[in-house]
């Protein structure tokens, strides 16, 4: 994962993938996990998402990781939210009331700092991560939270027009990457409205994704 290119997105404000209400996929498929109000949803490179003040919204408690400082400061202060702070290992960690935010490599984050979650979000995370990466991201993930089911996002497109991040992510590879400890269902494939970034057709899938065994 390229630091510098992220920290650079933050710094220079090139942040057009922000959205500023939340992700409407989000609204109309996370009742697919079955949360109990109070379950605690991780939230892997987040950046500053107003899915997080939805989550807070609706009930939930959010942990999140994020590698710019500047995403977590800006979105504390959208929420109107003062963070205490302090290092955890190689990490800052961010907390106020049902809301914990690592800042840092995620591949630094441990399960025993994250602590236990109910579910992860994974809107930006796997798509902006290239090939190479995804893998070692998705093993990652699912030892850090205990192979909690998770709601995933991604977008399938002609990666010969146009540069990710975000990167196409097919099903097939989707399937590669969890279907060895996990269940995965497509809740929906949508059009993305104007194509990716203005101009590349392509499509977002929206996948659940949880234990062979759930109900």
């Not at 710094?11 to 009742?31: S, T």
Request: charged share 20%; with cysteine; proline share 6%.
């Amino acid at each position: 994962m390229d630091a510098t290119f992220w920290h650079q997105k933050w710094e220079r404000r090139e942040i057009g993938f922000h959205q500023q209400q939340a992700n409407p996929l989000l609204v109309a498929h996370f009742g697919k996990l079955n949360l109990a109000i109070g379950s605690r949803v991780m939230l892997p490179l987040c950046g500053k998402t107003r899915d997080i003040a939805w989550l807070l919204a609706s009930g939930f408690r959010v942990a999140g990781a994020e590698l710019s400082k500047i995403a977590v400061e800006e979105l504390f202060d959208e929420l109107e939210l003062a963070p205490q702070t302090q290092l955890a290992g190689p990490l800052w960690h961010y907390r106020a009331d049902n809301i914990d935010l690592f800042v840092g490599d995620i591949f630094e984050l441990s399960a025993d700092l994250l602590g236990p979650v109910d579910a992860v979000y994974d809107r930006a995370a796997l798509v902006a991560l290239p090939a190479e990466i995804r893998q070692k991201y998705a093993a990652h993930l699912t030892g850090l939270t205990g192979a909690a089911p998770q709601l995933l996002v991604a977008y399938e497109y002609d990666q010969l027009l146009a540069e990710g991040p975000p990167f196409s992510v097919a099903a097939d590879e989707v399937r590669d990457l969890y279907a060895g400890n996990y269940r995965l269902t497509p809740l929906a494939c949508t059009v993305v409205e104007g194509g990716l970034k203005g101009k590349v057709p392509a499509r977002e899938t929206t996948w659940l994704i949880e234990k062979p065994d759930a109900q």
